[in-house]
């Protein structure tokens, strides 16, 4: 097998999320019938339950009134969207943010691998959490690096994510240029404790170092919870981090397809050279949506984010019912990671049977690490009494194939 | 200067189209005063001066009005969506294509990276032809492969294209696993003949060499001349083969960022893969402008390719009345790419001295390939008062800068 037709065995797309239909289930041993009931898909959120942040169109519809001064930016983004958003993230994050900082990427996985794409290249080792979002190791594949895993042990302790620090110290150690993680962390809803921020920002500065931290999820922190973001505190030279963050999650716009990195200039500036030949720029049009983006209604976001953790404490609640079902309760994002004692079928089979018998569509735990092989993803940002009967019937399914 | 740092090195982007406002102007030498004009940006087509398809809008907003459907897809791109348009490019194009052979991709910039990510690895040889579009030969080195160019003598004669067969075949014994190419061509607006075309697919046949085609200008051609795609000649295994065409530029729907990729169905699966990580797919909304293309209104696009011919023309006679100065008629597309004898000055210094002096932006020849130094490429989508106007003044301050 030659290099290129290798790459890309290895980059499977088919468990992915919003992929389900590509599945072959015909090999699949079922036991009893199927339960009715309305699809609910759990791989990704519903903008039909929790529409699109208000205004969103009617901003579309002004950049595309002004025509070609929209149609063509600058590959990096407008600059007048960029001077508003940078003040607007310097505000979120509590850090300096400038327009040459920031660059607008068509979503947020767009920003990621311009990111990853600008930092690391053939046989540099990269530092992935495990579990975290599944592109991150697909991604470290694709450019040719070296993943080196860092255990999460989230089920330890619920006052800390449970990043593993000696782990990362050893990986730091033995020469690791790239550190990619999620917070809130997909799948688990884990915050990290500012603790373990400071700590992994000093680790990173001791050693020298790239963070990229993906923040898409940090809008949505549930009660009780304090997030920390990195780049606010003063530990790392911000030359070396970039984080990532966009509308499409708790905000609804994943259709504009909006995404947004900020950081350090130089890696910026790669970030636009390689988006020139990935896709020129984030679709002009759409960049008009990006200004109503931290300037939503009073009482919106706070609104949709309680919303959000009703459904979580429903849900939560039929899971810890179930014995031999555990889970920890997601402190900030939209996922749920059940993991599943006693599973009589893999879990990629399970996901497939419970597209089949219970109408419902979960991502498998195996796509954010390949120990995970009992759990499963699931995004509650779901119409609650929907998301309530589908998970009551995946609950009874799932009994079926356990010991 | 490690791998990655000479990577993006080596990977510019302040010469190319759109992104003029980053350059330096003060060393320039200025001879005379700056001539006053209405400001024209030649390095694209001016979408006020030819709107985007009528209805373009309305479908988008069809599309988010669908809500949550319509914002996730697959990342191939929508089933329905992709079943309607396989079926117009079968008729456009005179050869099958069925929604298994047809991705959809953020802009056609989007298809190209994905293709050339999905054909070519380190170290693959990959013939580009000079002059050609000149993110072919960035994408080349993006993917660590190696360049091999094959010169198009288009000045030589009007009858063909000018593709050096020779080289080509001696290209091809040597290895060569790809080849990349424009038609009509980016930046000269030449067309390849028939007998062109067909020598090509014999000789990529013979060797096994895949082929990508850019035919994103092939909707535009002009009197007189016919427009031959190679994948209806049935001279090469359509498994290597892929075409890429898009709505940006007759259509003038540039700012949605949508462009198609059709052919072997197994690098569309690869290019799928590939796109799950780079912006997961074309944004959801903008997939919904999809179907308007190839439905346009009775006679518009007639009227729209004889309304550029007209400019086309114009400016066509205003080079051709300066002494040393040579051009051949664009035959398809909106590119015009004169050469000036005896310039004083680079022609990257040349076309900054233009915006700084005339008011009038164009792309240096040498983005196209390192040998057209004495050239430049202007995109003629423009009102055509203002567009003719803009000529003048550049032409009296190339003027200045001749022996």
Redesign the interface.
């Known amino acids: 097998m030659?290099?290129?037709t290798a790459?890309?065995a290895k980059?499977?797309?088919d468990n992915?999320p919003?992929?389900e239909?590509?599945q072959k289930t015909d090999h699949l041993a079922l036991i009893g019938d199927p339960i009715d009931g309305v699809l609910v898909d759990f791989s990704?959120g519903?903008?039909?339950a929790f529409?699109p942040l208000p205004g969103s169109?009617e901003a579309?519809?002004k950049?595309?009134e002004v025509?070609?001064a929209?149609?063509?930016?600058?590959?990096r983004g407008k600059?007048v969207i960029r001077e508003q958003l940078s003040k607007d993230l310097e505000s979120f994050t509590g850090a300096p943010v400038t327009p040459d900082m920031l660059i607008l990427?068509?979503?947020t996985?767009?920003a990621l691998?311009l990111a990853m794409g600008?930092?690391?290249?053939?046989?540099?080792k990269v530092a992935i959490i495990e579990p975290d979002y599944f592109?991150n190791r697909?991604?470290v594949e694709?450019f040719?690096g070296e993943l080196v895993p860092i255990p999460m042990d989230y089920m330890k302790s619920f006052d800390r994510a449970g990043i593993d620090l000696g782990v990362l110290e050893e990986a730091f150690k033995s020469g690791v240029k790239l550190l990619e993680f999620s917070n809130p962390n997909n799948p688990t809803g884990v915050i990290y404790t500012r603790e373990e921020i400071r700590a992994i920002a000093e680790l990173a500065a001791k050693y020298g170092v790239f963070v990229i931290v993906d923040e898409l999820y940090s809008r949505q922190i549930f009660a009780h919870r304090t997030y920390t973001h990195l780049r606010a505190q003063g530990l790392m030279d911000p030359d070396n981090l970039l984080t990532i963050i966009g509308p499409s999650k708790t905000e609804s716009l994943?259709?504009?397809?909006l995404g947004a990195a900020f950081g350090s200039p130089m890696i910026i500036s790669?970030m636009?050279?390689?988006q020139?030949?990935?896709?020129?720029?984030?679709?002009?049009?759409?960049q008009a949506v990006f200004p109503i983006w931290f300037h939503e209604p009073e009482g919106f976001m706070e609104k949709r984010v309680t919303a959000h953790q009703e459904i979580r404490d429903d849900l939560l609640s039929l899971f810890r019912a179930e014995e031999g079902i555990s889970v920890r309760p997601t402190e900030g994002g939209s996922y749920i990671f059940p993991k599943v004692e006693g599973l009589n079928v893999d879990i990629s089979d399970l996901t497939k049977i419970l597209r089949v018998q219970a109408n419902v569509t979960v991502t498998p735990g195996t796509e954010f690490g390949p120990q995970f092989t009992d759990c499963f993803r699931l995004n509650f940002s779901q119409d609650p009494a929907k998301a309530h009967d589908a998970i009551v019937r995946a609950l009874q399914i799932i009994k079926r194939y356990r010991k």
């Open positions: 030659d290099y290129i790459k890309f980059l499977g797309v992915a919003g992929q239909i590509r990704h519903d903008v039909d529409e169109f579309f519809q950049g595309y025509g070609g929209q149609a063509y930016t600058e590959y600059a990427t068509p979503g996985q767009g691998f600008s930092v690391i290249g053939r046989g540099d592109a697909k991604l694709f040719d994943s259709g504009f397809r790669r636009e050279k390689l020139a030949i990935v896709s020129l720029r984030c679709a002009g049009y759409c």
